[in-house]
């Protein structure tokens, strides 16, 4: 019994980084139907942005974040306005561009900062395990699913509470009669693909102890992601948690009874069976139009 | 003026192409007469590691080595006075770009031998191309020690030279229950096969075999079922992300190299760089070279590695073989009158050379691959290896260990 109470942990631990990816993805599909194949790319740029804070300037991890956050939602903000603002009307393009986006980011770096891997420490004080009983589980992995949480309420906080929150749902919901309220709709956009990569950024940061920080480390990353944007339903947010814990779990629990590859095996048939049942994904946001 | 030169280039071209098919009964009739050559001026060598993509991060260190090498022989004076030309192509990481750049090498550059590559998959794609060409491939990286070819040189370990001592030692000092993780490749599955036959017969045992995709990186569940298992030993063969990932991990899931080392194939003072030495402390690793390694030989190859690539640049196993067989190239060439270089004779030359290289005294087999000296180091937590297990004595390479039956000689593969 402990060996599934471990698994489960195991599963909301894959969850919660998954969730923290997905979120940025999921906003950035959510408000403008951008399909942003760079999103790994951001998440990358986390990671090094953080190995950069430690390296030149002694920061922690939990001291990077609020930077990392900036820096790489700037760098988001500047790709919105340079790239992604001139193709809103043609989204399938912004599949082509923001791939090609991804590759340059990718390319930058390893000509940049260099191919190999580098290394960021992780914090000393969540060190260890807390172990109940038999269930152990390690402090780290104890806070990114908190911090996830936290991030989960924040977006939604900021979507629902603020007044950004509420342009952003007009200028969802119809952008030219927004604009005739005087909602900059434009500048709506890029604070939203902002803070989506910004997103991505933290999450960045918060995988570095637990990954290997590489120019690639993206590309995988970015395929889960869209898994569970495209279970929870596109563009829901309450979707993208509810996705990031099922396949978390999931895995978890076929890792549990078979092993890890074929557990893969075993979650993408569950996907395409649920897609099948339920086309839109778990919650679909019906009040798109 | 630009239509002239197009017409000079292309007239040219003509005359080559003529001059290539006056020459090609010879090139499909005999293969050794096709490749025999007298030296000119320069000695054409080709160095074929991948500068970018994916396995550049490695590779980039092999071509390094090889390249110093090279830059010390023709500053001591060249091979019989003439200098070692390295050719250099980027394959890209990318295998049919290796088997197109080879083919480049041989033809067009007449490289009578060439340096290259760090995966298997790349070894393989190239194997085709220097066997049609007749020519000599020197391949520095250990390897899953199941190929039997008379034009590749194999200057790393295969499994007997990284397992034999090892495993019994593992078992006398942690325990006979072995978890075996690696990636899902051919190379963890040979060296697992060959694993589990010595646990047969040391009365150990192979608690979980198991495999993840190359590039996976989160081995929650894969800790888990560690701590379920409680192996004595977990067996590494993970390579690059994965194992530094997986370091990391078991570092954060608070297990204890105490209780449960970590005894990889795969992990190079490389991998510890990004692992970090916090979280490679108290592992080890079994391998013929570590860079702490006390040879006055390898003292002169660390500080002239890093007085030309930096300071904190790392040697590791496999550049220590990439820089030794540049040197077994030149004792080989040394022996030969310089008007009768032939695969053959460079081949004929190489069997039996002996060389002081950083790891020790290496020697070529008939088989062509090396005879090196097995150590197991424990991971310190200044990145740096502690050897602790020195074979003492050189370990003669076995391909095919682990089949019955079959056995690499000096006349290629034989079948009992």
């Keep these: 019994m402990d060996v599934v109470f471990n698994q489960l942990f195991a599963g909301l631990s894959m969850a919660s980084i998954l969730l923290i990816i997905a979120l940025g993805l999921a906003i950035i599909y959510g408000a403008m139907g951008v399909i942003n194949l760079a999103h790994g790319e951001f998440v990358m740029l986390g990671a090094y942005t953080t190995w950069a804070c430690q390296h030149y300037l002694g920061f922690g991890i939990l001291l990077s974040l609020p930077f990392v956050f900036v820096v790489v939602g700037a760098i988001g903000w500047l790709i919105e306005r340079t790239i992604v603002q001139r193709l809103y009307d043609r989204p399938l393009d912004t599949i082509l561009a923001t791939w090609g986006i991804g590759i340059m980011l990718q390319q930058l770096v390893r000509i940049v900062i260099g191919p190999e891997s580098r290394f960021v420490s992780g914090p000393d004080f969540l060190r260890g395990n807390l172990e109940i009983g038999n269930v152990v589980m390690s402090n780290y992995r104890i806070f990114v699913i908190f911090f996830s949480i936290a991030v989960l309420l924040a977006t939604w906080a900021l979507l629902t509470k603020t007044e950004f929150g509420t342009k952003l749902r007009a200028v969802i919901q119809n952008r030219s009669i927004s604009e005739c309220y005087g909602i900059e709709s434009k500048r709506i956009y890029s604070l939203t693909f902002a803070y989506g990569a910004g997103l991505a950024g933290i999450a960045g940061t918060l995988i570095t102890p637990l990954f290997s920080t590489i120019p690639t480390m993206g590309t995988s990353l970015v395929v889960d992601a869209f898994l569970v944007v495209i279970i929870g339903g596109l563009g829901s947010i309450i979707g993208a948690a509810a996705a990031a814990v099922m396949i978390g779990e999931l895995t978890a629990m076929f890792s549990l009874v078979i092993n890890d590859t074929l557990g893969r095996i075993g979650v993408l048939a569950c996907v395409i069976v649920l897609i099948r049942l339920r086309p839109r994904g778990l919650f679909p946001e019906n009040t798109r139009g | ?416």
Aim: charged letters at 20%.
């Design chain 2, 1 to 416: 003026m630009k239509r002239r030169d197009f017409l000079r280039s292309t007239g040219a071209l003509g005359v080559m192409g003529t001059a290539g098919g006056l020459s090609a009964p010879a090139l499909l009739l005999g293969t050794s007469s096709a490749s025999a050559q007298v030296l000119g001026d320069d000695i054409p060598v080709g160095l074929l590691f991948s500068l970018t993509g994916a396995v550049a991060v490695v590779e980039h260190t092999l071509h390094d080595a090889s390249l110093m090498a090279m830059e010390e022989i023709n500053a001591a004076g060249g091979i019989h006075g003439r200098m070692l030309r390295p050719i250099i192509e980027d394959p890209a990481s990318d295998p049919a770009t290796y088997a197109d750049r080879a083919r480049r090498l041989m033809i067009r550059d007449k490289c009578i031998s060439v340096f290259g590559s760090y995966t298997s998959a790349s070894r393989q794609a190239v194997l085709p191309v220097v066997e049609q060409r007749n020519n000599l491939y020197w391949y520095p990286t250990l390897y899953e020690g199941r190929e039997c070819s008379r034009n590749v040189m194999y200057g790393g370990a295969v499994p007997n030279q990284q397992q034999d001592n090892v495993i019994a030692w593992a078992i006398e000092n942690f325990g006979p229950r072995f978890y075996l993780l690696g990636n899902n490749y051919v190379y963890p599955k040979e060296e697992n096969n060959y694993c589990k036959s010595l646990l047969a017969e040391l009365d150990g045992e192979a608690v979980n075999e198991e495999y993840v995709p190359m590039g996976h990186s989160d081995f929650s569940s894969i800790i888990n079922r560690i701590r379920t298992e409680k192996p004595d030993v977990i067996f590494s063969t993970l390579v690059g992300d994965s194992d530094v990932a997986f370091a990391r991990q078991y570092l954060a899931a608070g297990l204890d190299p105490t209780q449960m080392p970590v005894l990889s194939l795969t992990r190079s003072e490389v991998e510890v760089k990004a692992i970090g030495g916090e979280a490679a402390a108290g592992h080890f690793s079994s391998a013929p070279y570590f860079m702490n390694t006390s040879t006055p030989e390898n003292e002169k190859f660390v500080e002239a590695y890093k007085s030309k690539y930096g300071g904190d640049a790392v040697t590791h196993f496999v550049s220590e073989a990439a820089y030794f067989q540049v040197y077994q190239f030149k004792a080989a060439l040394e022996k030969l009158d310089p008007g009768n270089v032939t695969t053959e004779t460079i081949r004929a030359a190489a069997v039996g050379t002996e060389l002081l290289a950083p790891q020790g005294s290496v020697l070529i087999d008939e088989n062509l691959h090396t005879h090196l000296w097995p150590k197991v180091a424990e991971w310190q937590s200044d990145g740096q290896a502690k050897v602790i297990l020195d074979s003492a004595e050189r370990v003669a390479p076995k391909p095919y260990a682990a089949y019955e039956g079959q056995t690499c000689t000096g006349a290629g593969l034989v079948e009992t």
